[in-house]
């Protein structure tokens, strides 16, 4: 029966206006065929738009004749349910960001852009009648084809062609061949075990690890929240393991977060080693075909297992039984433009809505969460030992000044190298700076290659003969002379990852350096082949960026270095002590860390600095402590709470203009609210977009939210705000 045209649909679009939209309904369709969740396809100014119906009601605030019909319904049933749903709803009011951009980051790219919700069937293979009764002998001389037949015959389930794959190189012909045979049949995927079966056994746990393990499958019936604080090494993933087996004993899913995708193959590959069951992956990495099927998998409660990074949180999952956030501490679980969210924040209230516990785990937590426990919200799990006989590495500051630097490396930095490659083990040397030099200078005349569009340096790729600027991804050919005097003495000023390498390999010409980076790992498996040589030996010494200080297990490495931490001593950014603290704690932990004693080195010209001392002689923990009551004194973040309005304009007037005018509509409204500004951005200029900011603050966090809630809707109807591009921040990271 025909729907009668009083039933209005409200529609979430992806625009950056936060209101919903109403339509009618498509005429032909019946009421019992639409449920909130489902994807719409509406007319929209002279396109169309693909949105997400969010409410079916009975009345709108528009004339029923001013509405446009809905031109197709897009699912059979909803892809969205309702914990997905009142989620997404939360986000939106705590985040005051549009509603229909928070509620589209839910899908993956493919559904966004109308493609169906429906499975490729993937075909799998085993042996047919005629297949069980055939003498492997009789194939002859056709190796490949008995070879691929034994394979199928010795499974108790149908393989799919990526598992014979996995097995096998040059397999379609043979495969074939089975099936013009009739020796073996194609047929569905076998059904999910509900109580998948370990491929392993778990690990033997000590003391600390089987306390961890005992307190989360204890509580696996409710909500809570165990922040699992263990030092790098101690076996964290263990406890995950056998945290995630109790759940899935129970036929529930599970959602584990990570902050780099340069971790999921590595702990994939732990994860398929332990359990039967099927594991999804899902980051920015894979295809849109292959998201689309992680996601539609665990949604449809095909597979248990998610690993992803932050664009995974809001993957629905209708059967969620735990969530983990690996490195909880890490920034990348903030998302820092558009729908600004935080990936561990959300993940603990998408938790606390289902009634399900989940771990944060981290060497080096972050200071809400230290926070947190201080206010019994979360319970700290503590392993202080490493795992099996590893030991704790010992850790050195190494006073580089006065002291004649080959590329960034003093001399006794090369000595040790030397010495540690003499014993075949291994060295892992850390830069957080990419590229072969931050700087290219002119000897002559002092110019230096700065981007035309940001407030920075342009940054020397030696190897491609490049300028790039790393803000703005703008580029151009390495000058040969200087535009200002044409003097052909432009130098390199500065160390990156590329220059080192350079040094490195004419200082040991007989070993083989490999470089991680963000431009060494752009294609496809190049990552994956480095991580395996380097885990096979064939590696001497690991030179990287951020992306080596997280998770990795490198048994061979005894020697860690990092060659410059004075860049992260002095910022205006108070966050910075804290990051800095993490990362030098967590590249540390990769020496050592199986029998043999790990040594870590920090060259600087800050020896006396008292963050590194603490590091060194007391540890993270007692650093982390000393930073929260610096906090509480100046009335910081976690004791406060606050939200960073910016706002970018070609012209910086407007800028300006613009967030003064938001600030005299604060100071009118909120007496308690401490405002900061407006002013420049720390980096001004950037993509050729003048950025100005202005920081809210308040005691409390329910005040803070009330002001947001009503100043946000005066903002957008500001005339200066259609002439700016303007976003709000809750709870920033980074205040730059």
């Keep these: 029966m025909p729907m009668p045209e009083k039933i209005i649909l409200s529609i979430a679009l992806p625009i950056p206006v936060d209101r919903l939209f109403d339509y009618l309904p498509p005429s032909t369709l019946n009421i019992e065929q639409l449920s909130p969740g489902m994807r719409v396809r509406v007319p929209f100014g002279k396109s169309s738009k693909i949105g997400i119906l969010i409410e079916i009601k009975n009345s709108s605030e528009s004339p029923l004749d001013k509405l446009k019909h809905a031109e197709e319904i897009l699912d059979s049933s909803a892809l969205l349910l309702e914990n997905d749903l009142k989620l997404l709803h939360w986000a939106h009011r705590y985040y005051h960001h549009p509603i229909g951009d928070v509620f589209t980051s839910a899908l993956p790219t493919a559904l966004r852009k109308g493609k169906p919700s429906t499975l490729k069937i993937t075909p799998h293979f085993q042996l047919s009648a005629l297949g069980n009764d055939f003498d492997p002998q009789l194939f002859k001389n056709a190796h490949k084809q008995r070879a691929l037949f034994e394979l199928i015959a010795k499974q108790k389930k149908p393989l799919s062609q990526k598992e014979i794959s996995s097995h096998f190189k040059l397999w379609q012909d043979s495969l074939k061949a089975l099936l013009k045979k009739e020796l073996i049949q194609s047929c569905n995927a076998p059904t999910q075990n509900t109580a998948p079966l370990q491929k392993q056994e778990p690990l033997l746990a000590n003391t600390e690890q089987q306390i961890a393990i005992d307190h989360i499958i204890k509580n696996k019936s409710h909500f809570s929240v165990s922040l699992l604080d263990g030092v790098t090494g101690s076996g964290k993933t263990e406890v995950y393991l056998q945290s995630i087996q109790a759940i899935l004993d129970n036929g529930k899913q599970v959602l584990v977060l990570l902050p780099e995708i340069t971790l999921t193959p590595q702990l994939e590959s732990r994860f398929n080693a332990r359990f039967s069951t099927k594991i999804e992956t899902f980051h920015s990495k894979h295809t849109e075909t292959q998201r689309l099927h992680a996601w539609l998998n665990m949604q449809q409660s095909k597979s248990l297992i998610l690993l992803g990074t932050r664009s995974a949180l809001l993957t629905p999952c209708p059967n969620l039984g735990l969530i983990i956030l690996d490195e909880e501490h890490d920034s990348s679980f903030k998302q820092q433009e558009g729908f600004r969210f935080s990936a561990r924040d959300v993940a603990i209230v998408r938790a606390k809505m289902l009634d399900i516990p989940i771990i944060l785990g981290s060497a080096t937590p972050s200071l809400e969460s230290l926070y947190n426990v201080q206010q019994n919200r979360y319970t700290r799990l503590t392993l202080l030992q490493r795992a099996g006989s590893a030991t704790p590495p010992s850790l050195a500051l190494l006073d580089i000044r006065n002291q004649y630097l080959q590329e960034g490396l003093s001399p006794t930095l090369i000595k040790m190298i030397k010495n540690t490659l003499a014993k075949n083990e291994q060295v892992l ?12 200078i002119c000897h002559s005349c002092g110019w230096t290659a700065q981007c035309k569009r940001c407030d920075a340096n342009l940054v020397v790729h030696y190897q491609q003969q490049k300028l790039r600027c790393h803000h703005c991804t703008s580029e151009q050919f390495l ?3 200087c535009p200002d005097c044409q003097s052909d003495e432009l130098k390199p000023l500065g160390l990156g990852t590329e220059r080192v390498e350079y040094a490195l390999n004419s200082l040991f010409p007989q070993k083989r350096v490999v470089r991680l980076d963000r431009d060494s790992t752009q294609r496809k498996g190049v990552l994956e082949d480095h991580l395996s040589a380097i885990n096979a030996g064939h590696v001497d010494i690991i030179l990287g960026t951020q992306m080596l200080a997280k998770g990795h297990h490198f048994p061979n490495v005894t020697l860690v270095a990092l060659l410059d931490v004075d860049s992260g001593l002095f910022s205006i950014d108070f966050h910075a002590a804290e990051k800095l603290a993490q990362l030098i704690i967590q590249v540390a932990g990769r020496a050592g860390r199986e029998n043999k004693k790990g040594h870590v080195v920090m060259q600087t010209r800050q020896p006396e600095h008292p963050l590194l001392n603490t590091l060194i002689q007391q540890g993270y923990s007692h650093f982390a402590q000393a930073a929260l009551a610096e906090r509480k004194e100046a009335q910081l973040p976690p004791y406060t709470y606050q939200a960073l309005l910016r706002a970018t304009a070609v012209h910086p007037q407007l800028a300006l203009d613009f967030l003064s005018e938001v600030s005299l509509t604060i100071s009118k409204q909120a007496f308690n609210t401490l405002l900061l500004g407006p002013v420049p951005a720390p980096m ?7 950025r100005y900011q202005l ?38 990271i980074d205040l730059y």
């Design 695 to 732: 920081l809210l603050q308040n005691e409390q966090r329910k005040s803070l939210h009330i002001l947001l809630n009503a100043i946000v809707p005066v903002i957008s109807k500001l005339k200066l705000a259609r002439k700016v591009k303007w976003s709000l921040d809750v709870d920033p």
């Design 479 to 481: 000058n040969k002379t």
């Design 429 to 440: 040397l850390f830069l957080n700076r990419r590229g072969f030099s931050p700087t290219l």
């Design 684 to 690: 001004q200029k950037r993509a050729g977009q003048f």
